[in-house]
């Protein structure tokens, strides 16, 4: 690395404004919102987790800090394409960028920590296992810092879609360079993982900043699968056709297949995965950056980091495993500002692949737990019958008073069934267990399942039980995505996967609202299995379920009220 070249001469601290840098450096006219407080936080020498969607610009938030600043900012980022990039780009604008991974060999190592000692740096990138190196931590300590930034910081969390263990290190700049500060950057984070993030990096005392998740020139729509192909074909001949785009795939197979079918029919499309050698995928990127209207077909390897501003689109022929997932990658579309499409397709199948490659995968129960929640979450999105666009920014804490007019949701609303009496069981059952269930235990209950859990619990004895024998578990299931969707249900905070019920559900339990679900339409494929299968074969009862059912129904019509309305109760 040639650092004669870097030609810009660092101003003297303090002399150059944060508006100054923001025009002379990066020729912006005025500040985004929340970038201006964030930067003045920072350069304050206070801590900061910002939560910004992606492209919000989050990069300026400690870029402009670290030109303010005396001494070098160190930028912890996950990625090693997403940091040549950046430093790429920094060092057209003048600024003095380098990086240290692993990708360099020793002589370009010692030329940057050469650098980085004599103080030419204004920002050094550095990957977190790099970082925590006790050799450049030793040389971080004879340096002069100016903050640290940690970039994608939801990768400390498990929460979070990118775990990575070597984020958890980190939290070692909190007490080893405790007069240094700190900013925590992240796109994606509910609640949760905002915690997590503040906990393991030690900013529960900095200031958060978030920014608003709604992303209002993106369309959101969402069909069932009928023909991916050819739904994908039309949708991109009819509304984007001479566009740029992303088209996201599970599987590399796929990816290959689906980029051929699209070069078949005349699109310039390009396929991108870890499968491929690195020079094709830069290759591949670098042409989907630089020429117009490329087709990118990737699995979920392509895109962090990705800034092209006009991606019109963004395709899903598999559903991605999370919100947090699907809000990122469409996240890539629009930001120009433009209008722009996240159209996804998704079946049943998807579904059953998810949860097969999660079952499959190497994370311990904890982890397939949470896993299993956020595909839940995920699916909830396709089933609601109200504005995806709530839903979605519900899910990131963020709120949108209107149905935003534009979704599919909101432009064609799907087929419902009348959900009241259903939902009102689904919730007493929950609340009549002690809210310390996961849904599969909840449907047994409530399908009036024979096994030794409900009976060691004694929840063949509630009013419940056996109660909602007229969907199968599969609608349950739908039913109950539909409800923590909507926000009347929501996983326990500490992640064991009961549900419990939020204030927003009591006038439904006490049978004072009605509530319209969706009619599902990926159940159509699948053998319905209505009713207790196992229960109509059996002929003898030795334990006396049959009866015990009985008797609940039994009761519930002497009482003239149905034992799923609670009318009062002085915890709800
Ligand atoms: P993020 O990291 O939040 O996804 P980036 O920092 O990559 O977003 O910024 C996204 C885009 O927004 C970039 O092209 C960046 O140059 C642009 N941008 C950021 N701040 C401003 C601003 N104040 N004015 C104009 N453009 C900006
Ligand atoms: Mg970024």
């Known amino acids: ?35 201006e407080e964030i930067v003045r936080t920072v350069i304050a020498g206070d801590n900061a987790l910002v939560l910004m969607p992606t492209g919000g610009g989050k990069s300026l938030c400690y870029q402009i800090p670290a030109l303010v600043r005396p001494g070098t900012a160190i930028v912890i980022s996950p990625l090693i394409a997403l940091m040549q990039d950046q430093v790429a780009a920094l060092r057209q604008l003048g600024v003095r960028a380098a990086f240290l991974n692993s990708t360099m060999d020793m002589q370009q190592a010692w030329a940057t920590e050469n650098a980085l000692m004599t103080g030419e740096l204004d920002l050094l990138y550095c990957a977190p296992e790099r970082l925590l190196q006790p050799r450049t931590l030793e040389l971080l300590h004879q340096a002069s810092i100016s903050l640290f930034a940690i970039d994608e910081a939801h990768c400390v969390s498990q929460w979070g879609h990118d775990f990575r263990s070597d984020y958890l ?3 070692l700049l909190a007490h080893e360079f405790a007069q240094v500060p700190r900013i925590a950057l992240t796109a994606t984070a509910d609640e949760r993982t905002r915690q997590e993030i503040a906990q393991r990096l030690s900013l529960v005392d900095a200031r958060h900043f978030i920014s608003g998740f709604d992303r209002p020139n993106i369309q959101y729509r969402i069909t069932p699968k009928t023909n ?16 740029a785009g992303i088209v996201y795939c599970l599987s590399r197979n796929k990816v290959e297949a689906t980029a051929r079918m699209l070069c078949d029919n005349g699109y310039n499309a390009l396929p991108y995965h870890a499968g491929l050698s690195a020079e094709e995928r830069a290759s591949n990127q670098e042409r989907f950056l630089r020429e117009d209207g490329v087709i990118v077909v990737a699995t979920i390897a392509f895109g962090m980091g990705i800034d092209k501003p006009d991606v019109r689109f963004v395709a899903h022929l598999d559903l991605p495993k999370s919100l947090e997932a699907y809000y990122q990658e469409t996240g890539r579309a629009g930001r120009d ?5 996240a159209w996804m397709v998704y079946g049943l199948q998807d579904v059953i692949k998810l949860r097969q490659m999660l079952e499959g995968s190497p994370g311990n129960e904890t982890f397939k737990r949470i896993e299993r929640q956020k595909m839940d979450a995920m699916l909830g999105l396709c089933e609601v019958i109200s504005c995806r666009r709530q839903v979605l920014l519900r899910y990131f804490g963020d709120a949108l008073e209107q149905p935003c007019g534009n979704c599919d949701t909101c432009l064609t609303p799907p087929q419902t069934w009348d959900g009241t009496v259903a939902v009102q069981k689904a919730l007493s059952c929950v609340y009549r267990t002690g809210q310390r269930f996961g849904v599969t235990y909840l449907i047994d209950v409530l399908r009036g399942s024979e096994n030794d859990r409900i009976r060691q619990s004694g929840h063949h004895q509630i009013s419940t039980y056996g109660i909602g024998d007229e969907l199968s578990a599969n609608e349950w299931k739908s039913v109950f995505r539909q409800l923590v969707a909507n926000g009347y249900l929501r996983a326990d905070p500490e992640g064991y996967g009961a549900l419990q019920l939020t204030p927003e559900c009591r006038p439904l339990l006490r049978g004072e609202a009605e509530v319209l679900l969706r009619k599902d339409p990926v159940q159509k494929n699948e053998g319905r299995k209505r009713g207790r299968s196992a229960a109509s074969e059996h002929v003898s009862d030795p334990q006396g379920w049959e009866a015990l059912r009985g008797c609940r129904k039994r009761l519930a019509e002497e009482q003239g009220v149905p034992p799923y309305v609670i009318f009062h109760d002085a915890t709800l």
Do not use: W
């Open 1 to 35: 690395m040639d650092f004669q070249n870097l030609s810009q001469q660092k101003p003297d601290s303090g002399q150059r404004s944060p508006e100054d840098a923001l025009k002379q450096v990066f020729g912006y006219e005025r500040f985004r919102p929340l970038q």
């Open 169 to 171: 290190g980190l939290d």
């Open 228 to 243: 991916a192909n050819k739904q994908l074909l039309d949708f991109i001949k009819e509304e984007h056709k001479d566009d």
């Open 337 to 341: 500002g433009n209008a722009s499409t």
